[in-house]
C-alpha cells in the first residue's frame, strides 16, 4: 500500500510559477511509476505528465511549460510549473503505479494509488 500526499498548490496570477509535490510512503519508491493529472470543474481528470525510471513524457498543452521530476532518496515527485495560464486551474492530483514502462502511462486506469489532490488556481 503506497499512500501520497500533494502539497505545493495556490493562487498565482497569469505567467507566474508553482512547484507541485507529492510524497509517497512505503520503501520501493523507485519502482513506481509516478504521474500527475489535473481535473477542472465540470471535466474529466486529464494526464498531464509521468516519470517512470528516468523517462518522462508530457501532455501537448503543458510541454515546455511544465517539469515533472522526482528524488527516490526523499521518495517524493515534484511538477513544477512555469508560464501559469488560467486554463491551467484545476486540481492537481498524483498518482502512482508499481510498474516502470519506457513508454510511460497515461491513463488513470493504469495507476493504482492516487492522492487527495491539490487546487491550482490562475488568475488572469
Known amino acids: 500500500q503506497v499512500q501520497l500526499v500533494e502539497s505545493g498548490g495556490g493562487l498565482v496570477h497569469t505567467g507566474g510559477s508553482l512547484r507541485l509535490s507529492c510524497a509517497a510512503s512505503g520503501r520501493t519508491f523507485s519502482s513506481y511509476t509516478m504521474g500527475w493529472f489535473r481535473q477542472a470543474p465540470g471535466k474529466e481528470r486529464d494526464f498531464v505528465a509521468t516519470v517512470s525510471g528516468g523517462t518522462t513524457y508530457y501532455a501537448d498543452s503543458v510541454k515546455g511549460r511544465f517539469t515533472i521530476s522526482r528524488d527516490n532518496a526523499k521518495n517524493t515527485m515534484y511538477l513544477q510549473m512555469n508560464s501559469l495560464k488560467p486554463e491551467d486551474t484545476a486540481v492537481y492530483y498524483c498518482?502512482?503505479?508499481?510498474?516502470?514502462?519506457?513508454?510511460?502511462?497515461?491513463?488513470?486506469?493504469?495507476?493504482?494509488?492516487w492522492g487527495q489532490g491539490t487546487q491550482v488556481t490562475v488568475s488572469s
Open positions: 498518482a502512482a503505479v508499481r510498474a516502470l514502462s519506457d513508454r510511460g502511462y497515461y491513463r488513470q486506469a493504469d495507476y493504482d494509488y
